[in-house]
């Protein structure tokens, strides 16, 4: 069944394109799209279409911004109902573990620690509920989710498609 969606969504974003990949990553970056692999959809699509470096340029930048653009619908639901808005959301399991570990990285060290977090699986927009909490300000935070997420999205479409035309 997973297998068939995943196929499926696969499908639409080869149809409908950089529309998709954006609202792919709006859900993941909301904490709602975590069945979608979007680490092998990213890089997927750049080989489907056959992408050259500009154009990977750009599709990376739709990817960051949808991305940011989930975050930040997360710190605006902690910003409105605290952390039992997040817990209470459907489509959304988070452990209290989990939570409170973002929100002690939080407290430690603030704005950065969303920038280091964008870079660590499991935790990778995690960190917007404590700061939609602690009402953090939205412009340098979009600076720092921006910024890791580029990075990463980057890095891994670099890897991955580097290492396929490697191969083939």
């Known amino acids: 069944m997973l297998d068939a969606t995943i196929d499926a969504a696969f ?19 909301a904490l709602i799209g975590k069945p979608l692999p979007t680490s092998i959809f990213l890089p997927g699509y750049i080989l489907a279409i056959g992408a050259d470096r500009i154009e990977m340029a750009g599709i990376v930048t739709v ?16 910003r409105r109902g605290g952390r039992s808005a997040i817990e209470s959301a459907p489509r959304v399991s988070i452990s209290a573990e989990r939570l409170d570990q973002v929100e002690a990285l939080f407290e430690r060290y603030g704005g950065p620690a ?55």
């Open 11 to 29: 499908a639409l974003l080869l149809y409908v394109g950089l529309p998709a990949l954006f609202i792919f990553f709006i859900l993941k970056g």
């Open 63 to 78: 990817s960051a911004s949808g991305y940011v653009t989930g975050q930040l619908i997360v710190y605006s639901m902690a």
């Open 114 to 168: 969303v920038f280091i977090t964008n870079f660590v699986p499991y935790l990778r927009g995690l960190i917007f509920i404590p700061a939609g909490i602690a009402r953090y300000p939205i412009p340098p935070l979009i600076v720092y989710a921006f910024t890791s997420t580029i990075i990463y999205h980057a890095a891994l479409v670099a890897v991955t498609v580097g290492a396929f035309r490697a191969i083939v």
